[in-house]
């Protein structure tokens, strides 16, 4: 069966500090991967989506990257962490029609 | 553009009192709809999805959706809420124009109550 791995579950980094957070799939192969961030426990916001190797495709202009260097790996990563980028940030994956998440990451920029 | 609306932030009810949590969408094209269910510090859950076929949907859990064309709703229902049931739900819509992206409606809080 497939599953979703998201490291870490949470993190505190200062303002200015570099990001990175990962998730990988196991039990399919190309699927589309999904950053999505969770702001105050409410709605979600796409931040990147991916339908393959090295394809990233960007929502909205904002201080985050992401890179799928590999099939089932998808990366989320800051060079300086701004203040408002904290929240909660969830990893998803699609082959065929619902989408699966991780259990997410909660940022917390101090 | 694909957009989904939740206009409730809120809902309580009693255990054992039917609920009933509403959506509306708005879509070019043939809806393609989904209900996910969120426990506190955790990922979403899959509930159950409309694609084509009959306008009431079941799925995980006891909960079910119908779905109403001429009034563009898909409200999430179950005839007998738990207290297990207190979570956060979202509405979601596929938009198949790159991607195949999910839009999430804002969310809709329900409080069930012994």
């Known amino acids: 069966s497939q599953t979703i791995h998201q490291w870490p579950a949470t993190l505190v980094q200062p303002v200015g500090s570099p990001l990175s957070l990962e998730c990988t799939v196991e039990g399919t192969s190309n699927p589309n991967l999904y950053w999505y961030r969770q702001a105050a426990g409410r709605g979600l916001q796409l931040l990147f989506y991916s339908v393959g190797i090295g394809q990233i495709s960007s929502e909205v202009p904002q201080n985050l990257s992401a890179s799928r260097p590999q099939d089932r790996q998808f990366i989320l990563s800051s060079k300086k962490l701004l203040l408002s980028d904290s929240g909660f940030y969830l990893c998803?994956?699609?082959?065929?029609?619902?989408?699966?998440f991780g259990n997410g990451t909660r940022l917390t920029v101090t | 553009a694909q957009s989904v609306a939740q206009p409730e932030d809120q809902v309580n009810v009693a255990e054992g009192n039917p609920l009933t949590v509403k959506c509306t969408y708005s879509v070019s094209g043939n809806p393609y709809l989904f209900w996910y269910v969120q426990y506190p510090n955790r990922g979403l859950q899959f509930l159950l999805k409309?694609?084509?076929?009959?306008?009431l949907v079941k799925g995980s859990y006891g909960f079910e959706a119908e779905f109403n064309k001429s009034q563009t709703s898909f409200h999430l229902k179950k005839p007998s809420a738990l207290v297990s049931d207190s979570a956060l739900y979202f509405c979601a819509v596929r938009d198949d124009t790159g991607g195949f992206k999910t839009i999430f409606g804002a969310g809709t809080r329900l409080f069930v109550k012994a």
């Open positions: 409309y694609i084509t076929g009959d306008n």
């Open positions: 998803a994956w699609r082959d065929n029609s619902p989408l699966h």
